[in-house]
């Protein structure tokens, strides 16, 4: 099994960037998908999750109408599109695949990438 994050960077306030999370070795379309991340001294936190067919999506309160979550199941693959950044974005952004569900609930995540890390400057 494999979980690979992209697209990270440096950016300034305002800016955006497109993560992408290719996966593999498991069924990827059996799999609900989700976007966390990390703060230095902060808790793991849930960003974004998409359903098995990407037809439900959930988005945590602060980034709202600034990220939109897709799947492309014919290349295993999701992305999280951010725009309006700020530097309270600025985190380790990890995705994970769930067996079946939409949850934040990191614990209910089977699969994990290593991580990729997003720094907003001001």
């Known amino acids: 099994v494999q979980i690979v994050e992209s697209g990270g960077g440096l950016v300034q306030s305002g800016g955006s960037l497109r993560l992408s999370c290719v996966a593999s070795g498991f069924t990827f379309d059996d799999y609900a998908i989700g976007w966390f991340r990390q703060a230095p001294g902060k808790e793991r936190e849930g960003v974004s999750c998409i359903s098995i067919s990407g037809d439900s999506a959930y988005y945590t309160d602060s980034v709202k109408g600034r990220f939109t979550i897709a799947r492309d199941n014919a290349k295993n693959t999701v992305y999280l599109q951010m725009n309006r950044l700020t530097p309270e974005d600025t985190a380790v952004y990890y995705c994970?695949?769930?067996?079946?569900?939409?949850?934040?609930?990191?614990?209910?995540?089977?699969?994990w990438g290593q991580g990729a890390q997003v720094t907003v400057s001001s």
């Open positions: 994970a695949a769930n067996l079946g569900f939409v949850t934040t609930n990191p614990q209910a995540y089977d699969y």
